[in-house]
């Protein structure tokens, strides 16, 4: 039994306090500490409930999709009585579940941004086997994001080496790391991000070949032309809106945009035109969607393949971690303004 | 030798006063009988020359882009001096070059819209083995459009029994075709038009299961989840502009947009912008341009697919046959406003 099983303890919790409508503000979460959990699995619990402890929550974009009134089905509302969740690093600290034993490490998803959590229905949890890499390596290139730079890159584009890449976000959770297994195949790449700290970071840690700062580029199609003159193979979307219309400009022929995301359009009561789509025709450029989760069944892959980089230490990982729930607020929210440098994590304890 | 050879005949033309701008008016087009030619290959031209008579042209949206002063390079401009050129059907009426007798039929590009052609380097022409059907389908079902709707449709959607495929543009060219090959792999089938005529056309003469004017819609995606409440396997997209907007919103998961043109584009000095491009992620959908040209080399593919289903009447194909040059110009003008119904056809003569 682990320690502090049967205590009754605070249990700190992330709420929304309203559904949010535009950019979110740090005000439109709070934390409290007004419940308490005793760290047991309750008599008369569901069969296979656990109680987990929460170690690393990933601060993602989509999120902003459950903290607005949603009519997507695939994308409710967080609920206002009970704490946000996402992506996260659990250890188990009680279970009634045969697949999951006392001190287990999971990952996965709807893990509750709080202390404690008893899960009575742990579906859709990742055991982890490997922990000679960093735990909160599980909320990004061991996580979700991993998965979608993975299989968004290797999969849905098609990379061939020499190939022209081009990568919006760059330095986020899933674009670094786009850059480096563009790089592992061979191709010339080139990240945008929104700082000079950020392009430099791109350039010197993460082995891309060029980038730049849009928010200094009054002209993308001009900055594009600049990097590819002639033309982008593969486009890597994770911001939408201007840059998506200034790249449909600059594809070469069969050239590949996979679309991952469309931060830049997340706050925005209505998006924001592309104009330029007619391109795709003479150019027989590719669009696609990517959801992640059709990737999870091949998870094992991405450990084969990434595990060595890690160790051999041929991928760099960029992490901004927040210490402690008091700091999940500002942490999230600061995703929708570039605040954070490489992929949010909220430490909630390291053990 | 044929008919006629030897003689100095006048040659009529079609040519362009000007470059247009906006939407082409018939009087941006001229007819001319200015200029006579010679029957014959005159004596000292290029080895490989051929002189044609011309039979058949055809009128398509793609023209356009040749009408203005263009700034694409895969689409110069028409030259002022010369007749205006495209798709069509011709008779050789004299040969230098080995590959073509006298009294072959041919089909392929850059026929010019004139009687009598000597054409100096005859590539991009296919031979016409098979004259048991209308000459005049060279230039649709077993041309250009042709090759568009089969490999558009079969390679580029991956059609699968039971899905629900939507067309715009439906009776043109293309999109009768490409509702007729999706009823025959077993979809559901609907398309917009541009009247009550084409409308009834489409459910009466060519097997659509439903079909919409979409001019009497005020609210496209209305229209569609009316027809399509389930959502959108297939579209395939020939107009581009508010109904992929329309589209984007009700395409069902894993759903392909093919892109083959986009008329209601062509005429604008700035595009209509798309809004809803984000839904391509959640919906994993794949929107690819197409270019028939990268498929000419597979094109006795669908001669043997496609002459069957003609032959046993399986197949219909609407043409709308211009008499004569002189009502050159009115038809290809008349694309842009929908004034054919069907394949727009020029016969400068019948044989």
């Not at 998803?109 to 009575?120: A, C, D, G, N, V």
């Not at 976000?169 to 195949?185: E, H, M, R, T, W």
């Not at 050239?255 to 209505?270: A, E, K, P, T």
């Amino acid at each position: 039994m682990a320690s502090g099983v049967g205590q009754i303890v605070k249990n700190k919790q992330v709420k929304l306090k309203g559904y949010v409508k535009g950019f979110p503000k740090e005000s439109d979460l709070y934390v409290t500490s007004d419940s308490s959990i005793e760290l047991r699995v309750p008599d008369g619990s569901p069969e296979g409930t656990i109680l987990v402890k929460n170690l690393y929550l990933s601060g993602d974009p989509y999120m902003r999709f459950h903290m607005g009134e949603s009519q997507k089905p695939d994308f409710p509302s967080f609920p206002l009585d009970a704490p946000i969740s996402g992506f996260g690093v659990a250890k188990v600290l009680e279970s009634k579940n045969p697949e999951f034993k006392v001190g287990d490490l999971i990952w996965g998803f709807r893990i509750q941004w709080e202390e404690y959590s008893l899960i009575t229905k742990p579906e859709g949890f990742f055991k982890i086997h490997h922990t000679d890499v960093s735990l909160s390596y599980y909320t990004g290139i061991l996580g979700m994001p991993g998965i979608t730079a993975y299989f968004g890159f290797n999969e849905v584009c098609s990379p061939k080496e020499g190939e022209h890449v081009f990568i919006s976000a760059a330095s986020g959770a899933v674009g670094q790391l786009v850059g480096q297994f563009a790089k592992l195949k061979g191709c010339y790449v080139v990240g945008s991000a929104g700082s000079r700290e950020k392009v430099e970071l791109l350039k010197t840690k993460l082995g891309f070949d060029e980038a730049f700062n849009y928010k200094e580029e009054h002209d993308f199609l001009a900055a594009l032309k600049r990097f590819f003159p002639k033309g982008i193979d593969i486009y890597f979307e994770n911001v939408g809106g201007k840059m998506l219309d200034a790249v449909l400009l600059n594809m070469r022929a069969h050239g590949r945009i996979v679309v991952c995301g469309m931060i830049s359009q997340y706050n925005l009561d209505h998006p924001e035109p592309v104009y330029n789509l007619a391109s795709v025709i003479y150019n027989r450029v590719r669009i696609e969607g990517f959801v992640c989760f059709d990737y999870f069944s091949r998870y094992s892959e991405l450990l084969d393949a990434v595990l060595p980089y890690i160790r051999e230490k041929k991928i760099n990982y960029l992490e901004d971690v927040a210490e402690g729930l008091d700091n999940g607020p500002a942490a999230l929210v600061g995703l929708f303004s570039g605040r954070n440098i490489g992929k949010q994590v909220v430490a909630v304890a390291h053990e």
